[in-house]
């Protein structure tokens, strides 16, 4: 699926989700204990299975420790969600390998 929206900004995290919400990113693929918290969707985060449409980061203004990073993605059956991570030295080592291995769209 070819991505032909401008990206949009964000000033913090909750405007993003909200606007992502709005545009059916409506599902939490976060992990917890290496499992998706999504449990009722049953469809694993296998690499081979999703595709990063967008990505969004923020930094606290106060303090650069409070920051994150929010991956918009969609399943191949067309089920859209967030996967939410801290970055840097606070990111989670098991979001970090999995959305290495996502397709992600190109850079304009």
Known sequence: MLITMEPQT???EAPALQDLARRGYRHNF????GQQQ?????????????RIHEVHRFEGDSNPDDTC???A?????GTKGVLVDA????ADSRV??????????PRR
């Open 10 to 12: 964000f000033d913090s």
């Open 30 to 33: 976060n992990l917890s204990d």
């Open 38 to 50: 999504d449990f009722h969707l049953e469809l694993g985060l296998r690499p081979g299975r999703f």
């Open 69 to 71: 990073v929010i991956y």
């Open 73 to 77: 993605i969609e399943s191949d059956d």
């Open 87 to 90: 970055y840097g030295c606070y």
């Open 96 to 105: 970090t390998e999995l959305v290495r291995q996502l397709p992600v769209p």
